[in-house]
């Protein structure tokens, strides 16, 4: 096997042993290698939660932000330089839940990112409450009746926002998950990819064996540019479909839009102050 | 006591009417017209927060040497609309002549003691084709006063609404009516206007809100997030009216926690970015400013302040969200705070915000205020070529290290994507390579290495400016927007034992503020806010306490009238403020 230049030495990983985590972290690796893409092209963004912590353990740029702004961050950082690779990961509650308003208009600006969810149904890092897609009547110790609030679809949501590639993945299919990334990464434009992934200390319903028994397997040919089709599945009950719901040509991509490109193509650190254009300005305002 | 100050001669019109009236078109029209001429000219509107209706207004000041100040003083009032507002009705005195239609006002203005001078404007505006061209027709009594010739009125009404002609028609036909009733209302004194103006027709027309953002582009600023709350958002409509030609990338974001995320993502990849806000925006932008603080992002924050709490009011002034800038943002970390004090200061400290955000990779909080934004008078043409030039971002090596202390103690600063090198950030503690960290060790190192920077900010910190006598008994201090003011009201203050020590840095405060403070018998702290906020700070950090305060929080800035009668009274008064 040939060393991964994303592969990275690192001291004790912060997840409990069996999480979904890892088979995601590694499936992110094989993409990027599989991709021909250097560890110095790659940005990894995360907010906070544990899998936001996947930027500490693969090998490239990162910046680990503040709790739900990922995408944010992401943005900025793709109008500033989009010759970068731009990858946002983290956890339902910091995607769906505090970055809930970012994730809708992330979508609708349509800036070339993609986003990985590690979707696991519940909180993590602050120990087993409930998340925006915990499903209903889901028992936590925060929310001791069960869940009373109906769970977010990702799927649905980020179509009808306009995203052109919407996928679901499965942590406990590492070869089907890369190759789902491989395809989000390479989409122009905006990217979802919500990947199912068990947490084995917080979340007892939603296990490896619940979610082999509640998922199904799109055909991986399969055409997938017709919308209504795709909302079909984003909308249909379990069993839950596996594979890339929708994948269409999107509109132009936010940071190709924006003034600082339009007639200079250089990313902004490479800039100098502008100064000819304010005198410009100013003088202007004599005639 | 005598307004006028002594060697210049100045005219204070107040215009005022409901919304939609053109009034602003009218404003900056007539404001063109009166500095070409040569004339200087001050501006500044209020305004309610409606789209239509209601009664706003804007004082012109026209003088023959630099106004640059708000006056309570009214020389004329043009009234356009009935229901003439408090803040406007109290500045009526016997020396106000109110040029309005009868017909229209009725017994409005009885009970003042201000000459009342009828003006047939239904009449006029019937004639032109409606109430729009009544603004232009008072414009026209404004010019007609000052003198100015009306052939370059006509000229200028021409270039001023071109490619238009219908339009530039009518709109000459409304001035020139009213420039007749002017000349008669002039009578035999003396016009403002005549040949020999001193102006040598470089003057710029310049308000705060396009200097902060003109200053930003200078700065090198190539990105600019925001969402629109005023008196913040004419600086991102700028921007993004002009970001094609000044090659910025703005966004107007769904929220505030966006645009400062967005903006700090942006200068980790080496963007000079800005937001823009007021103070309702800036305290949900807390988090992100803190997030700039332990990432070491150069980060430019525009907060012009409008009274609170909350959402207070929208499109009034106050000087209240000094606290909220300085303690904003959780934990600890080094930031400079720049108060501009003029027009042209909130272009060149636009422009050095993003060159201290950028060499000592911090925050940088640029504080106006409702009032600096939507004022302007008369500027030479700002000299770019007295701003310090940017730095260069060199490509990193294969061993880089994003947080490595570096020599001076400022990490040299690399970005994604440029060189060998990997470039990290972290919103947790973290160690030189920006991996997440939890030894103590390393905490320690880190929070003494970013808080290190504040000292050599301070090192470069602007003083503060001081007006009038050296050797002063009683000294005015004050930050920001008051400046000018404070400034003009020592003329009418006339005394030789007083001067003005003005800030247009907050933070961190320059060494000479202690000897300043010291060197008086009373130090009179003049500021836009209820408790004190900038005195505290002087209190805080020097040791030094005022003897007086003069205070306000109306919604409306001081006046140049306000300030003096106000320092008179404790000066004459003797006793406490």
């Known amino acids: 096997m040939t060393a991964n230049p994303f592969d990275m030495e690192h001291g004790e990983l912060s997840w409990c042993p069996g999480c979904g985590d890892y088979a995601i972290l590694d499936a992110l690796k094989k993409a990027l290698l599989g991709l021909g893409l250097s560890p110095q092209q790659v940005v990894l963004v995360s907010g906070i939660g544990q899998a936001a912590k996947m930027p500490h353990y693969l090998r490239s740029n990162f910046f680990n932000g503040l709790h739900g702004r990922a995408l944010s961050a992401a943005t900025g950082i793709k109008a500033a330089n989009p010759e970068l690779t731009v990858i946002a990961v983290g956890g339902d509650g910091d995607m769906y839940g505090e970055g809930g308003n970012h994730f809708t208009h992330t979508i609708r600006r349509n800036p070339d990112l993609t986003v990985l969810v590690c979707d696991n149904m519940v909180y993590g890092l602050t120990k087993g409450q409930a998340s925006p897609t915990s499903p209903r009547g889901f028992v936590t110790p925060m929310q001791r009746k069960g869940v009373r609030a109906e769970p977010f679809n990702p799927l649905a949501a980020a179509l009808v926002q306009g995203a052109t590639f919407v996928a679901r993945a499965f942590a406990g299919d590492v070869e089907r998950t890369t190759a789902i990334m491989q395809r989000a990464i390479r989409h122009r434009g905006f990217s979802l990819v919500d990947i199912f992934q068990p947490c084995v200390t917080f979340n007892k319903v939603n296990t490896y064996a619940w979610f082999k028994e509640n998922t199904r397997m799109l055909e991986p040919d399969r055409k997938a540019d017709d919308f209504r089709e795709a909302l079909d599945l984003a909308l249909s009950p379990a069993p839950y479909p596996l594979g890339v719901l929708y994948e269409a040509e999107g509109p132009e991509t936010f940071e190709k839009g924006l003034g600082a490109f339009t007639d200079d193509s250089r990313p902004l650190f490479m800039r100098e102050p502008d100064l000819g254009s304010v005198r410009a300005w100013f003088e202007g305002l004599l005639r | ?577």
């Open chain 2, 1 to 577: 006591m005598n307004s006028q100050i002594s060697g210049t001669r100045d005219l204070s019109f107040v215009l005022s009417g409901a919304a939609g009236l053109g009034i602003q078109t009218v404003e900056e029209f007539l404001c063109r017209v009166l500095c070409r001429a040569g004339l200087h000219v001050f501006a500044s509107r209020e305004y309610m927060s409606r789209v239509r209706g209601g009664n706003n207004s804007t004082e012109i000041r026209v003088g023959t040497k630099a106004v640059r100040a708000f006056s309570d003083r009214m020389d004329y009032l043009f009234p356009l609309t009935p229901g003439v507002r408090v803040n406007i009705r109290r500045r009526i005195s016997q020396a106000t002549k109110i040029v309005a239609d009868r017909g229209v006002f009725g017994g409005e203005f009885d009970g003042t003691e201000a000459p009342f001078v009828p003006i047939p404007l239904e009449d006029m505006t019937k004639e032109l084709g409606g109430k729009v061209y009544a603004a232009m027709v008072m414009a026209g009594v404004m010019i007609g006063r000052t003198g100015v010739p009306l052939p370059r009125v006509l000229e200028e009404i021409e270039h001023f609404f071109s490619g238009r002609a219908e339009v530039a028609k009518t709109n000459a036909d409304a001035c020139s009516l009213g420039y007749r009733f002017g000349v008669e209302l002039r009578g035999d004194s003396e016009p403002l206007y005549h040949d020999a103006m001193d102006s040598d027709g470089k003057k710029i027309l310049l308000d705060g809100s396009d200097a902060v953002a003109l200053g930003a582009v200078a700065g090198g600023c190539s990105f600019a997030a925001g969402y629109p709350m005023s008196p913040a958002t004419g600086v991102l409509t700028f921007l993004s009216a002009n970001a094609d030609r000044f090659h910025v990338a703005v966004e107007q974001v769904e929220d505030e926690p966006a645009a400062v995320n967005m903006a700090v993502g942006a200068s980790y990849a080496g963007a000079r970015p800005l937001v823009t806000t007021s103070g309702g925006g800036f305290a949900l932008m807390g988090e992100g400013i803190s997030l700039a603080g332990i990432m070491e992002a150069p980060l430019v924050v525009h907060l012009s302040q409008r009274p609170g709490p909350a959402t207070g009011m929208a499109t009034r002034t106050e000087q209240g969200d000094l606290d909220l800038a300085l303690y904003s943002g959780h934990g600890e970390f080094p930031r400079a705070i720049f108060a501009p004090g003029s027009v042209e200061s909130a272009f060149f400290l636009s422009a050095k915000a993003f060159d201290i955000a950028e060499r000592y990779q911090t925050p940088v909080i640029l504080l106006t205020d409702q009032y600096l934004m939507n004022t302007f008078y008369d500027v030479d043409i700002p000299d770019v070529s007295l701003l310090r030039p940017a730095g260069k971002i060199d490509p990193t090596p294969a061993d880089y290290r994003r947080y490595a202390p570096g020599a001076t103690g400022i990490s040299s600063r690399g970005v994604p994507g440029y060189g060998e090198g990997l470039v990290g950030a972290d919103s947790h503690e973290h160690d030189e390579e920006a991996h997440i960290s939890e030894e103590i060790d390393v905490r320690v190192s880190m929070n003494e290495k970013r808080l290190g920077k504040l000292d050599a900010i301070r090192q470069e910190a602007l003083p503060p400016v001081l007006f009038g006598p050296k050797d002063y008994d009683n000294l005015i201090v004050c930050f920001g927007s008051t400046m000018e003011i404070a400034r003009e009201s020592l003329a009418l203050l006339g005394r030789t034992d007083t001067a003005v020590l003005a800030f247009e840095q907050v933070h961190p405060l320059h060494e000479a503020t202690e000897a300043f403070l010291s060197a008086a018998t009373r130090v009179i702290v003049l500021e836009g806010n209820a408790t004190g906020q900038f005195e505290r700070l002087l209190r805080g950090t020097f040791g030094i306490r005022a003897h007086h305060s003069i205070r306000k929080y109306d919604g409306l800035q001081f006046s140049v009238e306000e300030t003096a009668r106000r320092v008179s009274e404790i000066l004459e008064g003797g006793a406490g403020a």
